[in-house]
């Protein structure tokens, strides 16, 4: 039963302004998609929105039949290893060497990734995950040795710390990324790593409007709006870089508490890269 389909307003998450400049109204598969921009910081973000009901019942029963393709159902193909490879190959090269023994992969789809930890990275013993569809569940359930604590970060769970903790194209889709990313944070210790990969909305691709703008979603993270974030949740960047279309950076627990940098070119910048874009 698809939840009537009912938008509602927010605020920006970064600096509470809640008149953001509308660009377009609907995204891929003609789906509702309000991308917004903030005129006080730049971010990019659904305004108005779904409901977080409407959202949860799409992850629950919707998202695998628009976006999950059918190699992900062969476990013997290597695509379904290719991220993980990368955020490894990505730390290696930045001399941050994987260590510990706990793991949590936040929207861990099929498990892939803690499959491939549990078979080349001999000091991992505990590997944990968080995902909301029904049928990736199922599939990690089928193997053992995947302890799965929530079905969505935002509800209520017990765990201990984690060493290594992967958020790869999730913090784009949360209803609340400060939230989301506080919630990450307590489920750090000061030695913990936080591996955090978003789409780059100052390099997007692909046709705006059938592909990059999707209702799923609901934040469109620069640099400088990633970093923002990360920041008021007690979170600093250790390196941060941007390769084909994608933002990503490894985060630490902040000792002290570090001003955001304002940019009030951020506002402008960001909209100039969306007015000017051509596939
Ligand atoms: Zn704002």
Same mark, same amino acid.
């Given at each position: 039963?698809?939840?009537?389909?009912?938008?509602?307003?927010?605020?920006?998450?970064?600096?509470?302004?809640?008149?953001?400049?509308?660009?377009?109204?609907?995204?891929?598969?003609?789906?509702?998609?309000?991308?917004?921009?903030?005129?006080?910081?730049?971010?990019?973000?659904?305004?108005?929105?779904?409901?977080?009901?409407?959202?949860?019942?799409?992850?629950?029963?919707?998202?695998?039949?628009?976006?999950?393709?059918?190699?992900?159902?062969?476990?013997?193909?290597?695509?379904?290893?290719?991220?993980?490879?990368?955020?490894?190959?990505?730390?290696?090269?930045?001399?941050?060497?994987?260590?510990?023994?706990?793991?949590?992969?936040?929207?861990?789809?099929?498990?892939?990734?803690?499959?491939?930890?549990?078979?080349?990275?001999?000091? /991992?013993?505990?590997? =944990?995950?968080?995902?909301?569809? *029904?049928?990736?569940? #199922?599939? +990690?359930?089928?193997?053992?040795?995947?302890?799965?604590?929530?079905?969505?970060?935002?509800?209520?769970?017990?765990?201990?710390?984690?060493?290594?903790?992967?958020?790869?194209?999730?913090?784009?889709?949360?209803?609340?990324?400060?939230?989301?990313?506080?919630?990450?944070?307590?489920?750090?210790?000061?030695?913990?790593?936080?591996?955090?990969?978003?789409?780059?909305?100052?390099?997007?691709?692909?046709?705006?409007?059938?592909?990059?703008?999707?209702?799923?979603?609901?934040?469109?993270?620069?640099?400088?709006?990633?970093?923002?974030?990360?920041?008021?949740?007690?979170?600093?960047?250790?390196?941060?870089?941007?390769?084909?279309?994608?933002?990503?950076?490894? /985060?630490?627990?902040? =000792?002290?508490?570090?001003?955001? *940098?304002?940019?009030? #070119?951020? +506002?402008?910048?960001?909209?100039?890269?969306?007015?000017?874009?051509?596939?």
């Amino acid at each position: 039963m698809p939840i009537a389909e009912q938008l509602i307003r927010i605020q920006c998450p970064l600096c509470g302004n809640s008149t953001p400049v509308e660009i377009v109204q609907k995204g891929q598969f003609g789906l509702d998609c309000c991308v917004s921009i903030c005129p006080n910081d730049g971010l990019v973000y659904l305004n108005p929105r779904w409901s977080k009901e409407r959202y949860h019942y799409f992850y629950q029963h919707e998202y695998d039949h628009y976006y999950r393709s059918p190699v992900t159902h062969d476990p013997n193909s290597e695509t379904n290893y290719a991220s993980i490879k990368k955020i490894y190959q990505r730390l290696d090269l930045n001399h941050l060497s994987l260590q510990g023994e706990s793991v949590l992969d936040v929207g861990a789809g099929m498990g892939y990734s803690l499959i491939w930890l549990k078979n080349n990275i001999p000091s /991992f013993t505990r590997f =944990s995950a968080i995902e909301s569809s *029904e049928y990736c569940l #199922n599939h +990690m359930k089928q193997h053992g040795g995947i302890e799965i604590i929530a079905n969505d970060l935002d509800k209520d769970f017990e765990s201990s710390a984690f060493d290594f903790i992967v958020m790869r194209h999730v913090l784009e889709h949360f209803m609340d990324p400060i939230r989301a990313l506080k919630k990450i944070a307590s489920l750090m210790q000061p030695d913990s790593l936080l591996y955090i990969a978003v789409p780059d909305m100052m390099h997007p691709k692909g046709d705006l409007q059938n592909y990059w703008f999707r209702t799923v979603h609901t934040f469109y993270f620069s640099e400088h709006t990633l970093l923002a974030t990360a920041l008021r949740a007690g979170l600093n960047p250790i390196v941060i870089g941007s390769e084909n279309s994608e933002l990503w950076g490894v /985060f630490k627990l902040s =000792s002290s508490s570090v001003p955001v *940098e304002k940019d009030n #070119n951020v +506002m402008a910048k960001q909209l100039a890269v969306i007015l000017n874009y051509h596939q």
